[in-house]
């Protein structure tokens, strides 16, 4: 059974810095294809950022330039590092593994492709 604990949530004011952990177990194959969800009150949830088996990386254009997905697999640790903050960037984050427990070239935002998920940090950006 696939386990995801996320950690690194907080308030800070716009421009500042978080970085969000996502620690997994439980997983079927070394290096999975995992990425970085978000949904704000109201708004349905969407994708910030996917890396996959290999370490290639993709980023929602709203988040481009300004956050950065890593992956530690000998720690079974995601990352997300988000710099310059705004408050439109508030929202409950969550990490998710890809549904095939496989190698997978070619990160993906699509959230069907993921079959599991943490239970999400919030963030919270003040202008």
């Known amino acids: 059974q696939v386990q995801l604990v996320e950690s690194g949530g907080g308030s800070v004011q716009a421009g500042g810095s978080l970085r969000l952990s996502c620690v997994f177990s439980?997983?079927?194959?070394?290096?999975?294809?995992m990425g970085w969800f978000r949904q704000a009150p109201g708004k349905k949830r969407e994708g910030v950022a996917a890396?996959?088996?290999?370490?290639?990386?993709i980023y929602a254009d709203s988040v481009k330039a300004r956050f950065t997905i890593s992956k530690d697999n000998t720690k079974n640790t995601l990352y997300l590092q988000m710099n310059s903050l705004k408050p439109e960037d508030t929202a409950m984050y969550y990490c998710?593994?890809?549904?095939?427990?496989?190698?997978?070239?070619?990160?993906?935002?699509?959230?069907?492709?993921?079959?599991?998920w943490g239970q999400g940090t919030q963030v919270t950006v003040s202008s």
């Open positions: 998710a593994t890809d549904r095939v427990h496989a190698y997978r070239r070619g990160p993906l935002l699509a959230e069907y492709l993921y079959g599991s």
């Open positions: 439980g997983y079927g194959y070394s290096r999975p294809s």
């Open positions: 890396i996959d088996s290999d370490g290639a990386t």
